[in-house]
């Protein structure tokens, strides 16, 4: 009986780090840019930053990554990279699948010497999207 206690009391533990752990984050963009690749491989000009004002989440619990802008954009989290930080940049990277099942990575880089402003990428290899955020 007392074993059950303790093995009741462990599981309910374990559950609530593991909750812990497990959150959403919220954020809103402010603009967008798109750049990519052109036949030769060479990456071409940003596109000029256009003013936008979308949801995005980060749900680990669920393991995705959702843009809520006219078409919604929902990114599968495959693997969770090792956070990577230097003198101007912090960034969290994932490896997902996009809605249409296409692998790509999407960071979130926080600018340290910009006054800490955030950006969402999303690289598709040829094509990068990225969105100016801010938490909300």
């Known amino acids: ?71 919604i954009q929902l990114f599968e ?4 990279i090792p956070i990577e930080e230097n003198n101007t940049d912090l960034v969290y990277s994932f490896t997902t699948k996009d809605n249409e099942g296409v692998d790509c990575t999407v960071s979130i880089i926080t600018r340290k010497k910009q006054g800490n402003r955030k950006q969402l990428y999303i690289n598709y290899g040829n094509r990068i999207i990225m969105y100016h955020i801010f938490k909300m």
């Open 77 to 80: 989290i495959v693997e969770y």
């Open 1 to 71: 009986m007392k074993t059950a206690k303790i093995f009741i009391v462990l599981l309910f533990m374990l559950f609530a780090i593991q909750q812990s752990y497990a959150q959403t984050y919220k954020f809103k963009t402010t603009g967008f840019s798109v750049v990519e690749k052109n036949d030769k491989g060479k990456w071409g000009k940003w596109s000029e930053l256009n003013p936008v004002s979308i949801l995005v989440t980060l749900d680990t619990k669920k393991s995705r990554i959702v843009v809520y802008s006219q078409i």
